[in-house]
């Protein structure tokens, strides 16, 4: 079995120093690649210095975080901007946060529109982080539908009608991870109802541990945990999972 974590931080501090032996037990336990979502200038360098150590398993993204988005915003993205001579797989990850601030919601509005425009210019996928932002983020989805939208809402945490609603704008994937295996998460029953065809493999590491791990630091090695939790719920065996996920974590990100 292969399997991709379409969302890990490897490279924040909680790992420092640990970093191949995480993705040794990532590769040992069939993850065989890790895509980098970006946050912003503070662990960019990092970010890239790790996935020039581990070229062909560590895929970086680019892109500025919506708890990043402030007054000066522009100014992060033309820091941002100054890596696009790299090899990136996607924008991201952006979106829109209203839990921790509402302070700069236009910003943030704003921050988002320009990177859905800079991945149509670059034919890049974008990764979306939403939280407490649902019906925001449509108004920005419909102010560029037009733009051959494609991507991941990292995280997902919505209904089975949102997710509909999110196909009017382009191919739009989900990210599951641990939260999945939570009791009484509200998405194990939602999963159930999206195609597989649709769904990708995510731990958003160090973060949203799964069970039987919850409450330790998380890691890329515990995908299998998240995968087995979807079989059960969808009625699979964790090969088809696998297959599934990877097939369309390879499409998405042409890694």
Same mark, same amino acid.
């Given at each position: 079995m292969?399997?991709? #974590?379409?969302?890990t931080?490897?490279y924040?501090e909680?790992?420092r ?6 993705v040794?037990?990532a ?11 970006d946050?912003d200038s ?6 890239f210095? $790790?996935?020039?150590r581990?070229?062909?398993?560590v895929?970086?993204? $680019?892109g500025?975080h ?12 033309e ?8 090899k ?5 990850e952006t979106?829109m ?6 302070e700069?919601?236009q910003?943030?509005k704003?921050?988002l529109?320009?990177q ?7 034919n ?5 982080h939403?939280r407490?932002?649902t019906?925001l983020?449509f108004?920005? $989805?419909e102010?560029c539908?037009?733009?051959d939208?494609?991507g991941v ?5 919505g209904s089975?009608?949102t997710?509909?609603?999110?196909q009017?704008?382009g ?7 641990g939260?999945?295996t ?7 029953e939602t ?6 065809e649709y769904?990708l493999?995510e ?6 541990t799964?069970v039987p791990?919850?409450g330790?630091? *998380?890691e890329?090695?515990y995908?299998?945990y998240i995968a087995?939790k979807?079989? #059960?719920l969808k009625g ?10 990877t097939? *369309?974590a390879?499409q $998405?990100?042409?890694?």
């Amino acid at each position: 079995m292969e399997f991709i #974590d379409t969302h890990t931080h490897l490279y924040e501090e909680g790992f420092r120093g640990e970093e191949s032996q995480a993705v040794e037990r990532a590769l040992e336990a069939g993850v065989s690649k890790m895509v980098f979502p970006d946050i912003d200038s503070t662990s960019r360098d990092d970010m890239f210095s $790790l996935s020039e150590r581990f070229p062909g398993t560590v895929f970086p993204c $680019l892109g500025l975080h919506p708890t990043s988005v402030g007054a000066g915003w522009k100014k992060a993205i033309e820091e941002m901007e100054g890596y696009m001579d790299r090899k990136i797989v996607a924008i991201g990850e952006t979106g829109m946060d209203c839990y921790w601030s509402k302070e700069f919601i236009q910003e943030q509005k704003d921050a988002l529109e320009y990177q859905i425009v800079l991945a149509h210019r670059k034919n890049l996928p974008i990764i979306i982080h939403s939280r407490d932002a649902t019906g925001l983020i449509f108004d920005v $989805l419909e102010k560029c539908r037009n733009l051959d939208m494609r991507g991941v809402f990292h995280a997902f945490s919505g209904s089975v009608e949102t997710f509909r609603r999110l196909q009017k704008y382009g191919r739009w994937y989900v990210g599951i991870g641990g939260v999945v295996t939570y009791k009484n998460a509200s998405i194990a029953e939602t999963v159930k109802e999206i195609p597989l065809e649709y769904i990708l493999l995510e731990t958003d590491s160090p973060y949203l541990t799964p069970v039987p791990k919850r409450g330790t630091r *998380n890691e890329s090695s515990y995908i299998p945990y998240i995968a087995r939790k979807l079989a #059960d719920l969808k009625g699979l065996s964790i090969e088809e999972i696998a297959s599934a996920t990877t097939s *369309n974590a390879r499409q $998405l990100f042409n890694i």
